[in-house]
């Protein structure tokens, strides 16, 4: 099993890591000669394997053998789709023909498609792409509505576990905004989660940094702030947490081009 599929899944600097959860050898091989030209690819031989593997690396795709030893694909998708740090994962469970009411428990608890066992190389492949690609269209989508400011309406309310997340993420940092000290060890504390799976979420959700994120949501208010009338540069600085006005008017350059008082002269 060693032929080498092509797909059409972009060449990239920076490949997208895909995990392989499969007991059976052979099909592991087989997935990655289906997906290896295109993926950076892991293996793990069961569910718990596959958790050590999630804890310690960043994934954008997993998939997974439904029926395994030690823990089974329904009971680690279960698991991730459980967890604020990785329920965004899309998850591919590979079925037998005749396993429809697993295949029916995997969706219901969060399994983002199926593909039934024997499959064709460009089915796979399809899937593969198609799920990657949703993942990476709602990442341009969040950071389009966290830059017009869409992201944060309290009364708006969402279905969308991403969207909730930063939601609350957001109204979190406008909270502890003026504390120049507030940072992503203490965001991650204020959400219950680890700093590392923060960072992680954060940066499969919008491609910024936890401290980017942070920093861009300050800047944020600050246009806002430097938009009424009579409002001090200096003062609008440290009303969202940045200790050296000099510091805050180099990252306000960097995102606005523009510095803070040219911003108030022209919308104040």
Do not use: W
């Not at 569910?47 to 089974?72: N, Q, T, V, Y």
């Amino acid at each position: 099993m060693t032929e080498e599929f092509k797909s059409d899944a972009p060449k990239k600097d920076h490949k997208k890591r895909v995990l392989i959860v499969e007991d059976n050898a052979d099909i592991r091989n087989y997935i990655r000669s289906i997906l290896g030209s295109d993926y950076a690819i892991e293996e793990a031989e069961n569910g718990a394997k596959g958790l050590e593997l999630i804890a310690l690396h960043e994934f954008d795709l997993i998939i997974s053998d439904l029926m395994m030893p030690e823990m089974d694909g329904i009971e680690m998708c279960k698991k991730l789709k459980a967890s604020i740090e990785t329920d965004h994962i899309p998850i591919i469970l590979l079925t037998a023909k005749s396993d429809i009411e697993n295949r029916i428990e995997g969706l219901s608890i969060g399994a983002d498609s199926y593909i039934t066992k024997p499959f064709h190389p460009q089915h796979l492949i399809i899937r593969v792409t198609k799920l990657i690609g949703l993942r990476e269209m709602l990442k341009e989508r969040y950071s389009r509505k966290i830059s017009l400011d869409d992201m944060h309406n309290p009364n708006e309310k969402t279905d969308s576990p991403d969207e909730q997340f930063l939601q609350k993420t957001i109204s979190i940092i406008l909270e502890k905004m003026i504390e120049s000290e507030f940072n992503g060890d203490a965001l991650a504390s204020e959400l219950s989660i680890s700093r590392m799976g923060l960072h992680r979420k954060i940066k499969a959700l919008t491609g910024q940094s936890t401290g980017e994120f942070i920093r861009n949501i300050r800047l944020k208010k600050a246009r806002e702030l430097l938009s009424i009338h009579g409002k001090n540069i200096s003062e609008v600085c440290y009303d969202v947490g940045f200790n050296s006005p000099s510091y805050f008017t180099t990252c306000f350059v960097e995102v606005y081009k523009m510095t803070p008082s040219e911003y108030a002269r022209v919308f104040c």
